[in-house]
């Protein structure tokens, strides 16, 4: 992780490519599976996970209150269309979605009949199409960020909108669930309230909106977000970004990664005194367990099990470990503990155990 020298935004240097970005979410978007969207087969949002459906809820009364139900609305990295359904609640007419995750846009397309395209901030469609689009968590995801506010400008008509919500970088910290739990392969940028506008505004936009709040993460995990419109304007200019901010950020950044660095160390004491001497499998492979996996005291020789419940997760291969769907393993297969590879997910992990008559002890590392 880095911090940039001129404007301050913490960026991840590893090498990698928009190509392969665009390809990894493309087979391995969690969202596009039935499992992580329960209620998306039936095209519902009744048993949308509740913090989910609360901040695309917020999401769409701050959309509705920057723009007219008239308005042509993109939402842009839409997943299987939960904003759209709620934006259209709120009286909007004209809406539609482009998404890279295929099964994401077939959820959307066939079960809930939403105009969702498959494709990317590359194919957008003619200019001046939209009177607003929305990035909801998409432009921590984007590696030529300045090209692809270039390509929305063009396709927003004069005076069109956009909306943007990313995760509050410069409040991490103050919200440590996980350690380095943006830090990750799919959060390559890191932006605090000052330096996101700054970057919009430098592409040709005027800022008329832009706040900060808490919204859910997971149960009883609040997670900072910064949100705001800028409206398409006609010139660009330098990205200036205040020292005190810049140093701000940095610091911010620096407090984050020593609180995870700690939180980590607590893990890794923990997780030896689960397991012991025994063998043992991990349930869930995100981001959490391809760190955890990585960590100098975990007990990787004992190790004999790997599970996910998401299907695009099939055929994934973390260090020696083939990760498999729970109901590909044979009884006499499990072994005598099973860690939860999740903080969120550790209840659902033990209650799927227990329906499936899993024999192992369930257990998670974050637990005091």
């Known amino acids: 992780m880095f911090a940039c020298d001129?404007?301050?935004?913490?960026?991840?240097?590893?090498?990698?490519?928009?190509?392969?970005?665009?390809?990894?979410?493309?087979?391995?978007?969690?969202?596009?599976?039935?499992?992580?969207?329960?209620?998306?087969?039936?095209?519902?949002?009744?048993?949308?996970?509740?913090?989910?459906?609360?901040?695309?809820?917020?999401?769409?009364?701050?959309?509705?209150?920057?723009?007219?139900?008239?308005?042509?609305?993109?939402?842009?990295?839409?997943?299987?269309?939960?904003?759209?359904?709620?934006?259209?609640?709120?009286?909007?007419?004209?809406?539609?979605?482009?998404?890279?995750?295929?099964?994401?846009?077939?959820?959307?397309?066939?079960a809930r009949g939403l105009d969702v395209a498959e494709g990317w901030i590359t194919t957008l469609p003619d200019p001046a199409a939209f009177d607003v689009v929305v990035l909801s968590h998409v432009l921590e995801h984007v590696l030529e960020l300045r090209e692809a506010l270039d390509l929305i400008h063009g396709a927003l008509a004069p005076g069109g909108v956009l909306v943007v919500e990313v995760p509050d970088s410069h409040r991490f910290h103050e919200y440590l669930h996980i350690p380095y739990q943006d830090f990750n392969t799919e959060h390559i940028n890191h932006f605090s309230p000052a330096i996101l506008s700054a970057l919009i505004e430098s592409a040709g936009y005027a800022c008329e909106s832009l706040q900060e709040d808490?919204?859910?993460?997971?149960?009883?995990?609040?997670?900072?977000?910064?949100?705001?419109?800028?409206?398409?304007?006609?010139?660009?200019?330098?990205?200036?970004v205040a020292d005190e901010d810049r140093s701000a950020h940095r610091l911010a950044l620096d407090a984050y990664a020593g609180a995870s660095e700690a939180m980590f160390r607590r893990i890794d004491e923990h997780t030896a005194a689960l397991v012991g001497s025994e063998r043992f499998g991990v349930w869930g492979a995100g981001q959490f367990t391809m760190k955890w996996l990585r960590r100098e005291a975990f007990p990787i020789e004992q190790l004999s099990l790997v599970v996910d419940s998401a299907t695009s997760r099939d055929g994934l291969r973390l260090l020696d470990h083939d990760v498999v769907a729970p109901a590909a393993v044979a009884q006499d297969e499990w072994p005598p503990v099973m860690l939860a590879g999740s903080a969120y997910a550790a209840g659902a992990i033990a209650d799927s155990a227990a329906r499936m008559g899993i024999a192992s002890r369930v257990a998670s590392p974050f637990d005091p």
């Open 214 to 240: 808490v919204v859910g993460a997971g149960p009883d995990h609040p997670y900072p977000v910064v949100r705001g419109a800028w409206r398409r304007a006609d010139r660009t200019q330098a990205m200036s």
């Open 6 to 110: 001129t404007c301050g935004m913490g960026y991840s240097d590893d090498g990698v490519t928009q190509a392969a970005l665009d390809e990894y979410y493309a087979a391995m978007g969690k969202y596009g599976d039935l499992g992580v969207y329960a209620g998306g087969d039936a095209g519902g949002l009744e048993t949308e996970a509740p913090w989910e459906l609360a901040r695309a809820a917020t999401l769409a009364d701050f959309i509705a209150g920057v723009a007219t139900a008239d308005a042509r609305v993109l939402d842009l990295g839409c997943s299987t269309g939960t904003l759209m359904v709620l934006v259209a609640e709120r009286g909007f007419r004209n809406l539609s979605g482009i998404e890279p995750l295929p099964s994401a846009v077939r959820i959307a397309r066939d």
